[in-house]
């Protein structure tokens, strides 16, 4: 699944469509068939409610989390289309779908949106765990509203020491904990492993059990870890490509995600938390 990285990296290489008009748009016979026995495949809302996209303006593109937003503007109302990769979804910007060099992304397109330059927005998603919404306000929006500080933010280190010292989590495991977009919107499974290492705290730690001090080095790994992936264009493990469909190399970077060893040379152990593969050193973490 595409993490913050990788979603900053797709949202700033889309912002060379800001200011265009979305004169029309299309959807796949996925999207339509999936409304039709009310499953809403991608678009999470009814397709009419949907068609206000149709001649609005992109004002600008934004990001909070795994999120990204559009702000549009149609007859002088402005509005927000809201979007998640999900697990493998991708935008480009093409002349026609044949550009799109991933025959897989070629086929799997789920939404084309036509901007008045005469290119193609296209959303595609192999597996369909992609969302996208029309919505008022991003306040009105509960999963963006209830998200914690980016971590570019002054506040956010505060925020997310001080939640987990609340005692709320004090019987959680570190690493689903820090997934959890209302301590620190955007980490994933990828680089909460990372993160973990690089801090030297194992994933099955209790949150009790970690001093303020320990949780304050391990915000620091996990802001090392996004700006190094953002550096490196973020990782292509299967579905990742940038907007231009390129891949990422931050892969080639990892300290322990899907490998046997870690960078000193011990053999790493694999649990299943969360229902996700967590990779770690008992000897390097504690």
Request: with cysteine; glycine share 6%; net charge positive.
């Amino acid at each position: 699944m595409p993490e913050l990285p990788e979603v900053e990296l797709v949202k700033r290489d889309l912002e060379k469509i800001i200011g265009l008009e979305i004169v029309d748009y299309e959807l796949s016979n996925y999207v339509i068939n999936g409304h039709k026995i009310n499953k809403r495949t991608i678009v999470k809302q009814p397709l009419d409610e949907f068609r206000r996209v149709q001649n609005s303006t992109i004002l600008s593109i934004g990001r909070r989390g795994k999120y990204m937003y559009f702000s549009l503007r149609k007859e002088n109302i402005e509005f927000n289309l809201v979007a998640h990769l999900g697990m493998s979804g991708a935008f480009f910007i093409v002349n026609h779908l044949d550009e799109i060099s991933e025959k897989n992304f070629k086929k799997h397109w789920q939404v084309i949106f036509h901007l008045l330059n005469g290119q193609m927005l296209v959303y595609s998603d192999i597996r369909r765990f992609g969302e996208m919404r029309i919505v008022e306000s991003l306040e009105g929006f509960k999963p963006i509203a209830e998200m914690a500080p980016e971590y570019t933010e002054e506040i956010a280190r505060a925020h997310f020491i001080d939640t987990l010292k609340s005692g709320r989590y004090d019987e959680s495991f570190i690493k689903p904990i820090i997934m959890d977009s209302k301590i620190l919107p955007g980490v994933g499974n990828i680089y909460a492993s990372e993160a973990l290492y690089l801090s030297h705290i194992l994933p099955t730690k209790r949150v009790k059990n970690i001093s303020r001090e320990r949780l304050s080095n391990l915000f620091d790994a996990i802001v090392e870890v996004f700006e190094l992936s953002l550096s490196y264009g973020g990782s292509t493990i299967s579905d990742y490509r940038s907007v231009t469909g390129g891949s990422g190399e931050m892969q080639n970077k990892f300290k322990v995600y899907g490998l046997n060893t870690c960078p000193e040379g011990h053999t790493l152990k694999t649990k299943v938390m969360n229902g996700r593969n967590t990779y770690y050193c008992t000897k390097c973490q504690r």
